[in-house]
């Protein structure tokens, strides 16, 4: 294999887990804008993802598209449920106590995922088989190509959601000013709804679809979901086109560093990536900005 | 030092535990809740008191466990300097990460601090040459301090338990200090915290330095008294729970934190009848007391318990109606319109603003203006709204840094000094949208403003060191003659959240005006205010005005504006159009054509 072959076998291979951090980051994107938090469910909702799949897949013998479709709704429905069961009644509108409130939520769900599903590894088949194409010298599998498709396909439907439907510029105002948009009538309590239930949809996308190839556990969101949020920030935490470009660098630069420098260290390669963004340009890859009024 | 009686209980229950168990599973229970309460007590330094929460303690807990267990083992060191040593690497590690992410507002040093944790966890994970294997790093001595071996439960329990009582008083010193209120201060409000002269990155770095030594500490000890150490005690799970142990015990109160801490220690191990439904109860639980008692379980039994009561303070003393701000001038009373000239001569002169300009994304929100303040007088800044008037007073204040000009305030060069060193100078400020600390009371608020005038910092604070007590006490007695000044000293022990609009206006200036400052500027001090409190606002600045500080006022209201003021800078679209008495201001056909629109 040359080295041009080589580089591009880590490129296609890091669009592929940057594509899944990028749908990651982008639920994390969309709840913070909506309420200011880091919703830590987030990493659960891309495991459960990953475990209805199994369940209606395998378990249920259900079509595949069918399965998909009621997976990503199923998960769409329990995010929308953490936000009217712990996050709406939640007495503080203090951030930390909200944030931590996701967290103990991440817990349970964990602990219930474990009973439900079981401590052991599960497998998923790809959606169309494992025999790698060529491309451009690279091999690339089948489930790599469903994954940068689906991605995008959601990616566009996002944009014209958020830019083209009343909902969706009643999020976005939402999001700039809670206060002036209810004045405007929107009902921003069911905006922070809608926005746990699509970053619920979003986590769920992600999981199904990386899932037959690392492989399934009731735990599996959670080391994707740190690098999701790590790509979030490196785009811009809040940005959601810098979700998507934070998502496919970080999976890049992740692929070349543990391809070409040193695989034992590979998650401490995105990491790193997640400080030197941090204490170089903290507003991230495509900016954020401090929100600072005098 | 108030909390005696908590503290001589907690004494008591620490000397008396170990001789009431029989059990050694208790007293290891209670030796591993005694480190975390070591960690957690820096932890709720660091959120409780800054504001700032860290996701990696867990790590700086694993770097001073490994640091000493290496030391100890691979080069022999003694684990006492070994200890010592851990706590400085870790210090300086925070610092690093410290520097650059607190620096900026907001919550970068949680997602810093989960890199990092994730990072070091790793780490220890994979270099097995140096941290042993995976599965963990054995053969670490017991702690030995010349002939006395700390090598059973209750020898490390006596020295944990010490270890974390000197930290819980060093800690309530601390939150009972000035150091303590410019850490509140700027957890409420950072501009106006640096305002009255709090370093506010600095203090955050420092705040959050100690508390890594305290877990580095912690871990240490950890290391000594286990004799083994392996990679998953330090994972960012364990971060996370010593969090909670903050927030659900009680964010920002030292025994809610060990209340939390003793809680969620045992919580793992009570929870261990249920088997694998555990974690189920153990989110439910954080989750439940997180929703119904937000401010924590000791706040919340005490409120469920206890009405809340405000108590008054009973040694408020009469009022002599004497002078509370002097700077020397001897003018009795605020003299007619007009009287004092504003053709004054450059001896007067205290601060000059010369050829200014800034500019935010290619708009220019100042463009080369020019004033001078003049010693004793009240200077208005008035023009249409985005004329420039407010960035002037962030630009004098040292929030914006000009792109050009300079600004040199009694002489000295003072453009891009920040806000805590100006109001070191003498220079403070109210802000146009209120800026009191809403987590605090009234008296620490105008305690807050005497931040620049005094200078006990951690070290004294935390030790109580001689001095300490007898410049605390000089603090207090100058805020309430302060809030006598202003007719708020019945409302001292208030919440300063809990007080009406015009009053917060009024905490505002008295906690800008305690220092007795050489100049203060007052962005807006009467918007929103109704024509009585209006009145009460002129009285106040004609007053201080009189006892001799120079006053910047940037207002819309166009009466008080020429009622009160001795010279006028008007400005428009960021350049000065007119300059003058507050007559010829009014008669001044630029600034009729900027208000009301040209005629022709």
């Known amino acids: 294999m040359t080295t041009w072959d080589q580089f591009a076998q880590f490129v296609f291979s890091g669009l592929t887990t940057g594509s899944i951090y990028a749908l990651i980051a982008l639920g994390f994107c969309i709840i913070h804008n909506s309420t200011g938090l880091v919703n830590f469910t987030q990493v659960d909702f891309v495991s459960l993802g990953g475990l209805m799949m199994y369940t209606l897949f395998l378990g249920l013998g259900l079509p595949l598209p069918a399965a998909f479709v009621l997976g990503v709704l199923a998960v769409t429905a329990v995010g929308g449920l953490v936000e009217r069961l712990t996050i709406r009644p939640a007495r503080s509108r203090e951030i930390t106590v909200l944030i931590f409130i996701t967290i103990g939520v991440s817990i349970l769900m964990r602990g219930l995922f474990k009973i439900i599903w079981g401590k052991n590894q599960m497998a998923l088949p790809s959606f169309s088989g494992d025999s790698p194409l060529i491309i451009l010298g690279a091999a690339v599998l089948p489930q790599s190509l469903w994954i940068f498709v689906i991605t995008l396909l959601v990616v566009g439907l996002l944009h014209y959601f958020f830019s083209r439907t009343r909902v969706g510029k009643a999020m976005r105002a939402t999001s700039f000013n809670p206060r002036a948009a209810a004045l405007m009538g929107v009902d921003v309590n069911s905006m922070i709804l809608l926005s746990f239930a699509l970053s619920g949809g979003l986590g769920a996308v992600a999981g199904i679809l990386i899932v037959p190839i690392t492989t399934l556990s009731y735990d599996v969101g959670v080391m994707l979901g740190l690098k999701g949020f790590a790509a979030a920030i490196l785009g811009g935490y809040g940005n959601v086109v810098g979700a998507v470009v934070g998502g496919l660098v970080l999976g890049v630069l992740e692929s070349i560093g543990a391809g070409m420098i040193t695989s034992t260290y590979k998650d401490v390669i995105a990491f790193s990536i997640l400080l030197l963004i941090l204490f170089f340009k903290p507003g991230g890859l495509l900016g954020y900005g401090e929100k600072q009024k005098v | ?600």
């Open chain 2, 1 to 600: 030092m108030k909390h005696y009686l908590g503290l001589l209980v907690l004494a008591g229950v620490i000397i008396v535990f170990p001789l009431s168990v029989s059990n050694p599973y208790y007293l290891n229970v209670a030796n591993i809740i005694g480190l975390n309460s070591i960690v957690v007590a820096g932890l709720n330094l660091l959120i409780g008191y800054a504001g700032q929460i860290s996701l990696g303690h867990a790590a700086f807990y694993g770097l001073g466990a490994y640091f000493s267990g290496i030391l100890t083992v691979t080069y022999q060191v003694n684990p006492i300097p070994a200890m010592l040593l851990a706590m400085l690497a870790t210090g300086l590690i925070a610092l690093l990460i410290g520097i650059p992410t607190l620096k900026l507002h907001g919550h970068y040093l949680v997602m810093a601090t989960v890199g990092f944790n994730l990072i070091v966890n790793i780490i220890i994970l994979q270099w097995d040459s140096v941290t042993g294997s995976p599965s963990g790093f054995p053969g670490i001595p017991n702690l030995k301090i010349g002939a006395l071996v700390f090598d059973t439960d209750q020898k490390m329990y006596y020295l944990i338990w010490g270890l974390s009582f000197l930290i819980i008083i060093l800690s309530l010193n601390l939150v009972r200090s000035r150091v303590g209120r410019g850490l509140r201060a700027l957890h409420g409000s950072e501009p106006a915290a640096s305002s009255l002269g709090v370093q506010t990155a600095r203090y955050k770095v420092k705040v959050f330095v100690i508390s890594t030594m305290f877990a580095s500490l912690a871990g240490s000890l950890y290391a000594y008294y286990l004799t083994f150490i392996s990679p998953k005690t330090f994972d960012i799970f364990f971060s996370i729970e010593l969090v909670t142990m903050v927030i659900a015990g009680g964010i920002g109160n030292v025994w809610g934190a060990l209340l939390g801490t003793v809680f969620f220690t045992t919580l793992p191990s009570v929870l261990d009848v249920f088997d694998e439904y555990k974690d189920i109860f153990y989110g439910l639980i954080l989750v439940v007391i997180l929703i119904f008692l937000p401010q924590g379980v000791l706040v919340g039994i005490k409120e469920y318990f206890f009405a809340r009561k405000r108590s008054s303070d009973k040694d408020i003393q009469a009022d002599d109606g004497g002078r509370v701000f002097s700077r020397g001038s001897s003018a009795a009373f605020c003299p007619p319109l007009g009287r004092i000239s504003p053709d004054r001569t450059d001896d007067g002169v205290i601060l000059s603003v010369r050829d200014v300009s800034i500019n935010f994304g290619g708009i220019m929100a100042l463009a080369q203006v020019s004033l001078d303040l003049f010693e004793g007088q009240v200077t208005a800044l008035i023009g249409p709204n985005g004329a420039g008037k407010t960035t002037m007073i962030n630009v004098v204040s040292g929030i914006h840094r000009p792109t050009e000009g300079s600004i040199s305030f009694f002489g000295q060069e003072v453009k891009g000094k920040r806000s805590y060193y100006l109001a070191g100078l003498g220079l403070t400020r109210t802000f146009q949208n209120n800026q009191t600390f809403s987590n605090m009371t009234v008296l620490e608020n105008v305690m807050v403003g005497l931040h620049a005038k005094t200078g006990k910092e951690f070290i004294s604070s935390m030790f109580h060191l001689p001095g300490t007590g007898r410049e605390e006490k000089a603090i207090e007695q100058r805020a309430w003659e302060v809030l006598r000044f202003f007719r708020l000293e019945d409302k001292g022990h208030w919440s300063a959240s809990a007080l009406s609009f015009g009053e917060q206006k009024r905490v505002e200036m008295a906690r800008a005006l305690a220092p007795n400052p050489r100049l203060i500027l007052l962005d807006e001090p009467v918007a929103g205010l109704n024509m009585t409190e209006t009145d009460e606002i002129a009285k106040l600045i004609c007053d201080i005005r009189n006892q001799g500080i120079s006053v910047l006022l940037v207002e819309h209201d166009m009466n008080l504006v020429m009622g009160i003021s001795d010279r006028v800078v008007v400005l428009n679209y960021g350049r000065k159009i007119a300059e003058g008495r507050p007559q010829e201001i009014q008669k001044d056909e630029a600034v009729l054509a900027a208000y009301l629109g040209s005629v022709d």
